[in-house]
């Protein structure tokens, strides 16, 4: 019985060790869970710098992704801003443009808000419109990328320290 | 991104110590042929 593996076997256990530690880390550990919050904290960061009244900023959490959704009144100035010269001081970056400069997130949705009759400020939804609203590219997808990336590197820096079988000689 | 992997610092490092362990297992190379005698240890006539 032949006991030693083929290369494709062990490399295919390092990749599944790999997605597993991250799905751990984002799943069960709440690492993904945790960055989300993160993220609201710095798009509420936002609107309070802004100063708009009636705005509400909700990342989207069904799937967890880097998108936030603002609801609320707002023109289109307060909106997109002013680019005229590119975060030159004269630029109100508007709120798009705050959002994505605050580090992390990575879309901005306006979610048309669904207020009541006599609501003076538009509810958003709690977990925002979900992914047929337009959530993007989930957090978990996002996270095992990278951890694939980083398990190439590490792949490469294997390779480069692997085992030899001793010397014979000098050049040999 | 960047600061998605800043955020998730420990667990790109997980990924890459098993890749080092993954390459150093799947690419290791212990077979090595014994070495040949030297012609200078064989005895003489």
């Known amino acids: 019985m032949n006991r030693s593996m083929s290369r494709w076997l062990k490399l295919l256990i390092g990749l599944g060790l790999t997605l597993l530690v991250a799905w751990l880390a984002y799943g069960p550990l709440g690492r993904g869970s945790a960055y989300i919050d993160l993220l609201q904290q710095r798009a509420d960061a936002v609107l309070r710098y802004t100063e708009i009244p009636n705005l509400q900023a909700r990342m989207s959490r069904a799937p967890l992704a880097r998108t936030v959704f ?48 006599r609501a003076t400020t538009p509810p958003c939804r709690p977990d925002g419109p979900g992914a047929a609203g337009g959530g993007g590219l989930p957090l978990l997808v996002e996270i095992l990328v990278l951890a694939v990336l980083a398990w190439l590197i590490g792949l490469g820096i294997g390779w480069l320290i692997r085992r030899r079988p001793p010397r014979k000689g000098y050049l040999g | 991104m960047i600061d998605l992997a800043l955020n998730n610092l420990y667990v790109l490092g997980a990924a890459l110590v098993i890749g080092i362990a993954t390459g150093r297992w799947a690419f290791s ?12 240890d064989e005895p003489k006539p």
Request: aromatic share 8%; glycine share 16%; hydrophobic share 35%.
């Open chain 1, 70 to 117: 603002v609801c609320g009144a707002a023109n289109d100035f307060q909106r997109g801003g002013t680019m005229v010269w590119e975060r030159g001081p004269a630029d109100y970056p508007g709120i798009d443009a705050l959002m994505l400069y605050a580090g992390g997130i990575g879309r901005v949705v306006w979610d048309p808000a669904a207020a009541g009759p």
């Open chain 2, 29 to 40: 190379n212990r077979k090595a042929t014994p070495p040949e005698p030297r012609k200078e």
